[in-house]
């Protein structure tokens, strides 16, 4: 019996092993050196100052809400073909979310509807590389710096991706990545804030270390006080140094492990092209892809139900698929928001008909043949049940 085909797995090698050891053996857990040698790491990899590591990618984009002050009132834009915490963290800091349609092509907002949302109330824009594609990410700054708006990349997909010459993480006031283990790397949970604000980060690092005073905190007259004393309402949002420990490992081998994600979407691509009932992801050829996911489409026609069961035949099967990703505002905790079906036709029609396909770097060229044999045989079935 053939061995069973995950969605996702991470990259982990004996470096990452030793580095976790040496932690564990230094008895300093928490707040130390790895922790520092990591923020170094990512944020030169995203070409920026500062690098603030948070407890989780959802942690870190309420953090740079707060940072910069986005509360009750406020209005952030933001896209509703997306992870869940690419939205919550507003509503977690009071805020609204606004959401906009989005380009069938790239799975991101459309830039027209993001400057025709711009309201007196709007106080940012969280911008999405869905699926870690960074298509409009340029035009998203432009409109923010025009209107004065901070733009907040949630670049949790994306650590690595280059569109047009830039960095990912780079393109806002800050930026956001996140480690779970289905990512490019993973710390097992963990989230990194990027930015080259000087007072945001110093704000961020307060902030996820229950509101204690900052070296720039004290340089500003605040006085030292003592590891009970709190300067602002905070949260423990810290990474510890066994999760920083990982992502050094992580960071070190990252070329490698992209390279790898990178071979097994060229062959995705190269078995499934042509395919008449399939639309495969869209890349500008100005970006350079580090590959998240690889997110297929059924094409015009199909319904969410003959998607729902094509899924499931692959996972009968033994190959690991997912719906990814519901829309935010169809989801339960956004009822409050009052949207319901047909908001955004573009978003929903993608939603109801896109597969995730197993991907990790490990993943040899058999295996990808098996799902692409598969993913086929499913599709033939679902055109035998409409005859």
Same mark, same amino acid.
């Given at each position: 019996?053939?061995? *069973?085909?995950?969605?996702?797995? *991470?990259?982990?090698?004996?470096?990452?092993?030793?580095?976790?050891?040496?932690? !564990?053996?230094?008895?300093?857990?928490?707040?130390? %050196?790895?922790?520092?040698?990591?923020?170094?790491?990512?944020?030169?990899?995203?070409?920026?100052?500062?690098?603030?590591?948070?407890?989780?990618?959802?942690?870190?984009?309420?953090?740079?809400?707060?940072?910069?002050?986005?509360?009750?009132?406020?209005?952030?834009?933001?896209? +509703?073909?997306?992870?869940?915490?690419?939205?919550?963290?507003?509503?977690? $800091?009071?805020?609204? *979310?606004?959401?906009?349609?989005?380009? %069938?092509?790239?799975?991101?907002?459309? %830039?027209?509807?993001?400057?025709?949302?711009?309201? +007196?109330?709007?106080?940012?824009?969280?911008?999405?590389?869905?699926?870690?594609?960074?298509?409009?990410?340029?035009?998203?700054?432009?409109?923010?710096?025009?209107?004065?708006?901070?733009?907040?990349?949630?670049?949790?997909?994306?650590?690595?991706?280059?569109?047009?010459?830039?960095?990912?993480?780079?393109?806002?006031?800050?930026?956001?990545?996140?480690?779970?283990?289905?990512?490019?790397?993973?710390?097992?949970?963990?989230?990194?804030?990027?930015?080259?604000?000087?007072?945001?980060?110093? !704000?961020?690092?307060?902030?996820?270390?229950?509101?204690?005073?900052?070296?720039?905190?004290?340089?500003?007259?605040?006085?030292?006080?003592?590891?009970?004393?709190?300067?602002?309402?905070?949260?423990?949002?810290?990474?510890?140094?066994?999760?920083?420990?990982?992502?050094?490992?992580?960071?070190?081998?990252?070329?490698?492990?992209?390279?790898?994600?990178?071979?097994?979407?060229?062959?995705?691509?190269?078995?499934?092209?042509?395919?008449?009932?399939?639309?495969?992801?869209?890349?500008?050829?100005?970006?350079?892809?580090?590959?998240?996911?690889?997110?297929?489409?059924?094409?015009?026609?199909?319904?969410?139900?003959?998607?729902?069961?094509?899924?499931?035949?692959?996972?009968?099967?033994?190959?690991?698929? $997912?719906?990814?990703?519901?829309?935010?505002?169809?989801? *339960?905790?956004?009822?409050?928001?009052?949207?319901?079906?047909?908001?955004?036709?573009?978003?929903?029609?993608?939603?109801?008909?896109?597969?995730?396909?197993?991907?990790?770097?490990?993943?040899?060229?058999?295996?990808?043949?098996?799902?692409?044999?598969?993913?086929?045989?499913?599709?033939?079935?679902?055109?035998?049940?409409?005859?």
């Amino acid at each position: 019996m053939a061995e *069973p085909i995950p969605m996702s797995a *991470p990259d982990i090698s004996e470096r990452e092993i030793e580095l976790v050891s040496e932690v !564990l053996r230094s008895g300093r857990l928490a707040l130390g %050196p790895s922790l520092t040698r990591f923020e170094e790491m990512v944020a030169e990899r995203a070409g920026v100052t500062h690098g603030v590591a948070v407890s989780s990618g959802t942690a870190g984009l309420f953090l740079a809400l707060k940072a910069l002050g986005i509360g009750p009132g406020d209005e952030v834009i933001t896209t +509703p073909l997306s992870f869940i915490a690419s939205a919550s963290p507003i509503l977690m $800091a009071g805020a609204t *979310p606004v959401f906009v349609d989005v380009c %069938p092509k790239s799975l991101n907002m459309l %830039p027209s509807a993001v400057e025709k949302a711009i309201t +007196p109330s709007t106080a940012a824009i969280m911008g999405v590389e869905a699926f870690g594609n960074p298509a409009y990410m340029d035009e998203y700054a432009r409109i923010a710096n025009q209107h004065e708006i901070p733009l907040v990349e949630d670049c949790c997909e994306a650590l690595g991706t280059v569109h047009k010459g830039r960095a990912c993480g780079g393109f806002g006031r800050a930026g956001v990545f996140g480690f779970y283990p289905n990512k490019q790397i993973t710390t097992g949970e963990g989230g990194l804030i990027v930015t080259n604000d000087d007072h945001l980060a110093d !704000l961020c690092r307060s902030l996820r270390n229950q509101g204690r005073a900052t070296e720039r905190d004290q340089a500003g007259g605040t006085p030292l006080g003592s590891w009970l004393t709190h300067q602002r309402l905070g949260y423990n949002f810290r990474l510890s140094e066994v999760a920083a420990a990982i992502g050094i490992g992580q960071m070190e081998r990252f070329d490698e492990i992209v390279e790898r994600r990178r071979r097994v979407a060229a062959w995705y691509t190269e078995a499934l092209a042509g395919h008449p009932k399939l639309v495969l992801p869209t890349i500008l050829p100005e970006s350079q892809m580090t590959w998240f996911v690889y997110v297929v489409r059924l094409t015009t026609g199909y319904t969410r139900e003959e998607r729902d069961r094509v899924i499931r035949g692959l996972r009968v099967h033994d190959i690991g698929a $997912a719906d990814y990703f519901p829309c935010i505002h169809l989801q *339960p905790a956004f009822a409050d928001l009052g949207l319901g079906p047909g908001s955004f036709p573009t978003s929903e029609s993608m939603s109801e008909r896109t597969i995730a396909l197993p991907f990790h770097g490990r993943m040899s060229k058999s295996d990808v043949d098996i799902v692409a044999q598969t993913l086929d045989l499913m599709l033939s079935r679902e055109e035998l049940r409409r005859t």
